[in-house]
């Protein structure tokens, strides 16, 4: 029997770890949950006959040890931060990782001591990074096996509300860690467009979103991802002429966002003082320079707003006198705080992942356009698109590993052929995960 160890109980977890049992006695799996939540992991497991919760802290060094030592492989939903820890100790006693999270500095360092281990490290293995760069390489080499040269790619995702349940003005809800989600676009865009390099920095980030069309879904905004030209070698793509990747949101929602950038609300480097005498109108407020009109009057002349973005603060909250109710918090906890309150799934809510390929190329003289989209529902607010797009792509990739089907060793992502292949079918005919295309002739 092969042991799969799953750490993170959270809201991505829950599509993998139904794939994980679901699979469990035909392959001969036993799969454990652990979780500093104990009970979570519990409800995940749900009494399966091939399944075992455990209380899981990855700060203590014993726990950790005896969890991974005792399993094949580790598949790791907890924070991006925590997985090279998990990962060195997978090294140290040759097991087996998969994480959704991308490839850092730290985690890359491991490469050849995974390899002389006999172990591979899959990472980026999830929606955005996971599905993105699988179907990106399907297109790439399907154009490039046709004789075409590509001199455009532009790629977006976006975790979003299904339009149904699209209920506050901000068309958002939360689908995924908020803490991403405030913290998103911190640092600097780089990207290339038509030959020359781009570079945004955070506080101009959200003023320099493209509009762009899904079919059937309508307008969406997309602001670039931190570094696109990293992809120019990943994608085997070093002479192409533009290159984006970035994240999708809906009409009007960059332009609100950018109030609190440009206010310092999504700042995480310093605490406020005394936050726990604030209403969210003092904390609005603490940003807007000192005078005699109302908080919102003052934003609005301070950064010459129009109606419908006053619209979108005033119904979070941010001119109302509810305490706040936080003894210590950066701006950007509180600001958390406050949408995790707002933005927050219902029962029954549905959301929706949106991926959005667009690609020129050149093939016999003729220059053509392909956009590939892939629009995935969820089921209710447990299960998310968010949870099956992360999920089942680290399910199915788990499956190759414990099946003999991927042999790679050290730190891999994928976009090869034997990876990508069998994942987005399995994807499409089994769970209608799944692309269309669309090609123009230009």
Known sequence: MKNVLILGAGKSSTVLIEYMLANAQQFDWHIT???MDIQLAEQKINNHAFGTAIYFNADDELIRKQAIAACDLVISLLPAFMHPKIALECVSVMKNFISASYVGDEMRALHDDAIKQDIILLNEMGLDPGIDHMSAMRLINDIKEQGGNITLFESYTGGL????????????????????????????????????????????????YDVLTVPGYGEFEGYPNRDSLQYLNIYTL?????????????????????????????????????????????????????????????LKNYLNLPDDIIEKIRWLGLF???????????PAQALQKLLEEKWQLQA?????????????????????????????LGD????????KTVGLPLGIAAKMILNGEITDKGVVIPVQKHIYE???????????????EHEISK
């Not at 109302?320 to 950066?330: L, P, S, Y």
């Not at 209710?380 to 949870?387: F, G, S």
Request: proline share 4%.
């Open 33 to 35: 949950v652990g979780d």
């Open 161 to 208: 509300i299904a339009p149904r349940y699209d209920t506050n003005p901000w068309q958002y809800k939360f689908t995924w860690n908020p803490r991403n989600v405030v913290l998103a676009g911190q640092g600097t865009a780089k990207f290339l467009w038509n030959g020359d390099y781009k570079y945004i920095p955070y506080q101009k980030l959200f003023s320099r």
């Open 238 to 298: 070093p002479e192409i002429k533009t290159m984006v990747r970035g994240t999708l949101r809906r009409r009007g929602f960059c332009d609100a966002w950018n109030v609190f950038v440009q206010l310092g609300m999504t700042d995480d480097t310093y605490q406020i003082e005394h936050i726990e005498q604030f209403s969210w109108k003092d904390f609005m407020g603490s940003f807007l320079p000192a005078n005699n009109d109302t908080v919102e009057n003052n």
């Open 320 to 330: 109302g006198d509810d305490k706040i109710e936080m003894e210590k918090a950066t």
């Open 348 to 376: 029954g809510d549905k959301d929706m992942c949106v991926m959005l390929h667009v690609i020129d190329y050149e093939q016999g003289g003729i220059k053509k356009t392909i956009q590939s989209t892939m629009v995935a």
């Open 380 to 387: 209710d607010e447990l299960r998310t698109a968010m949870a």
């Open 422 to 436: 069998p994942v987005l079918k399995e994807l499409d005919e089994e769970f209608g995960i799944r692309f269309s």
